[in-house]
């Protein structure tokens, strides 16, 4: 059974940086590419950043381009999610999730959430002004 456990969430200010990592068990993690999305109250889920299975790819929301940065490590099963220049608008639970598909290397189909087979519960991030 494959798990995905977020941490590193909490309430920070406006300008404040902010990491939040990902613990993939149950499966090799270099097979999976892995992504992160975020939901607000009451606002469908949104693409946040995905990394390709082999980590030559990254990929970014119009939203935290510039501001945000995703990485995994094969080794240590992780991927994490550099936050900076955190606006209030930042502010949701963040999801990450992993794909199966070997062929799931592109924007399409990694920014949409219906092609990933595994998420992680959520980990809240709230930003104050």
């Known amino acids: 059974q494959v798990q995905l456990v977020e941490s590193g969430g909490g309430l920070v200010q406006a300008g404040d940086s902010l990491r939040v990592s990902c613990a993939v068990s149950g499966r090799t993690f270099s097979s999976l590419g892995m992504g992160w999305f975020r939901q607000a109250p009451g606002k469908d889920r949104e693409f946040v950043a995905a990394?390709?299975?082999?980590?030559?790819?990254?990929y970014y929301g119009d939203s935290v381009k510039g501001r945000f940065t995703i990485s995994r490590d094969n080794a240590k099963n992780t991927v994490s999610l550099q936050m900076n220049s955190l606006k209030p608008e930042d502010t949701a639970v963040y999801y990450c999730?992993?794909?199966?598909?070997?062929?799931?290397?592109?924007?399409?189909?990694?920014?949409?959430?219906?092609?990933?087979?595994?998420w992680g519960q959520g980990t809240q991030v709230t930003v104050s002004s």
């Open positions: 990394v390709s299975r082999s980590r030559s790819t990254t």
């Open positions: 999730a992993g794909v199966r598909n070997p062929f799931c290397t592109d924007y399409g189909c990694l920014a949409s959430p219906v092609g990933y087979d595994y």
